[in-house]
């Protein structure tokens, strides 16, 4: 009879209990979920990492912290509700237990981007997976040159975070621009696509890295516009979502050309995927 | 005149153009302002004028019965409004509202048509200018009608 093993050997495919603390609706379809274990701490993770989250008896998807990476009292995830498990996970209530296993996956570049001009490009649900960069770069945000947040979305309700956006936009050393694709004439944002924005804000390309998360035609258009602008192609980093199932690199679920999305990937280097970006059903 | 001139080859929209062919432009502008709420056009109405905003926010609405409004693109400083002025019949296709202070160039249409008539080295430095606009804004449409936020049918 062995012990039982250290957790840091734990078997990675085994989900462990987690409460959900909190939840707080976000949009009609998005949850945020405040989640703290049942019997371990809550470990570290980098912005841009993600964790599968099990709904028992239903089935487990990737999602990504969304959280503050500086904050270890719990995990915080952005899930929508867009199938069965999504929506088993969005609809769990407080004080009910899920299974977690992670983190998981590569990180933004947080850290290699200071000295530099920082753009965070999002879309839609892509602003939960930046968030934990957007606080990390804004505790410290003399490191950097120029920060700039970007944000698109469908319509104005469908926004995430819009308390937290109006607060960053409010500080002097960041820029904040948001658009939506429409809205009725009670917004008086901006209305346009993401990549309109690029050119409204001031940076300086050949200084720059970029951030982008969010729906794959968005990635591509916005990089498109950023490798246009001048940004280098080894800058500009995108996370890619790609179905799980392991996400410890054994079962190639989430193969995506040459890369495992759940090892190398979430967050890939667009010089690496542009090729691959540009062909269809990868 | 003096500083109308300055400030109208300073926007954007004629950034490097050759003064000479730029002051030709000075005669078809004016000066205009719309407070927030207040209509630059709407749509059906001749269009007229072709306006080059110096500061502010234009909003473009398209309307349709039994619906709310919706507003399909948002213009700020250094953009331009409209190529309907160029295209005959010489209708507006939508509403342009401002929806901040909005300070804009207004350039009379029948004069800017008449001048880029006559000198038609004019006339393709604006269609120069104007056409790389309307392809970005007709590519920004088509990445809007692709709703690549909704979620993927099953
Ligand atoms: C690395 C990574 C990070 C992720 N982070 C998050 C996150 O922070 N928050 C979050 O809500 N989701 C996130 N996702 C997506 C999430 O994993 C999927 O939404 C989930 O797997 C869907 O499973 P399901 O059983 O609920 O739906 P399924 O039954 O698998 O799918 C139902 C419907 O949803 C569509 N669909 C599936 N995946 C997606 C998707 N990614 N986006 C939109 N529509 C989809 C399908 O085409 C289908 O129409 C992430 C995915 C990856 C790979
Ligand atoms: S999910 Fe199994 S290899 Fe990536």
Redesign the interface.
């Known amino acids: 009879m062995s012990a039982a093993p250290p957790a840091a050997l734990a078997d990675p495919m085994l989900p462990a209990p987690w409460r959900v603390r909190a939840v707080r609706r976000e949009t009609a379809d998005v949850v945020t979920l405040d989640l703290v274990p049942l019997a371990s701490g809550v470990p570290c993770f980098a912005p841009g990492q993600f964790n599968m989250i099990y709904a028992y008896g239903v089935g487990e998807v990737p999602v990504s912290l969304s959280g503050d990476p500086a904050d270890r009292s719990c995990f915080v995830h952005t899930v929508r509700a867009v199938g069965e498990v999504s929506a088993a996970i969005a609809g769990a209530a407080p004080g009910s237990v899920l299974g977690l296993r992670g983190p998981f996956g590569s990180a933004w570049p947080v850290d290699a981007a200071a000295g530099h001009d920082l753009l965070i490009v999002a879309g839609g649900l892509g602003l939960a997976p930046l968030r934990p960069a957007i606080y990390r770069v804004l505790a410290r945000s003399e490191r950097f040159g120029r920060i700039a947040v970007l944000y698109g979305g469908r319509g104005p309700a469908e926004l995430l975070f819009r308390d937290e956006l109006a607060v960053w936009g409010a500080r002097a050393d960041v820029t904040v621009a948001v658009t939506v694709d429409h809205a009725d004439p009670s917004w008086h944002g901006h209305v346009g696509v993401v990549p309109a924005l690029i050119g409204q804000i001031g940076f300086d390309p050949p200084n720059t890295v970029a951030l982008l998360c969010g729906p794959e035609v968005m990635l591509r258009f916005t990089a498109t516009a950023l490798r246009a602008a001048g940004v280098a192609a080894e800058r500009i980093h995108l996370s890619m979502e790609r179905n799980m199932k392991c996400a410890i690199g054994l079962c190639g679920h989430c193969q995506f050309g040459p890369d495992f999305v759940c090892q190398d990937g979430p967050v890939l280097r667009y010089d690496r995927i542009a090729a691959r970006l540009a062909v269809r059903e990868i | 005149m003096e500083t109308l001139e300055r400030l109208l080859l300073g926007h954007e929209f004629l950034a490097g153009i050759d003064p000479a062919l730029g002051r030709r432009l000075v005669g078809c502008a004016r000066n205009l302002r719309f407070a927030p709420g207040e209509y630059l056009f709407r749509e059906g109405g001749p269009a007229d004028e072709f306006y080059l905003i110096r500061e502010g ?1 234009v ?3 398209l309307h349709a019965p039994a619906r ?7 213009l ?1 400083g250094g953009e331009m409004v409209g190529a309907s002025w160029l295209v005959p019949p010489y209708r507006w296709g939508f509403d342009a ?1 401002a ?2 202070d909005t300070r804009v160039f207004g350039l009379d249409a029948h004069c800017l048509r008449g001048k880029c008539d006559a000198d038609h080295h004019l006339g393709y430095e604006m269609m120069r200018r104007l056409l790389p606009v309307m392809v ?1 804004r007709m590519q ?1 449409a088509r ?2 009608m ?6 993927p049918p ?1």
């Open positions: 926010r909003a473009l609405e709310p409004p919706i507003v399909i693109e948002s700020g509202r929806t901040a970005r920004a990445q809007q692709l709703d690549v936020y909704g979620h099953a």
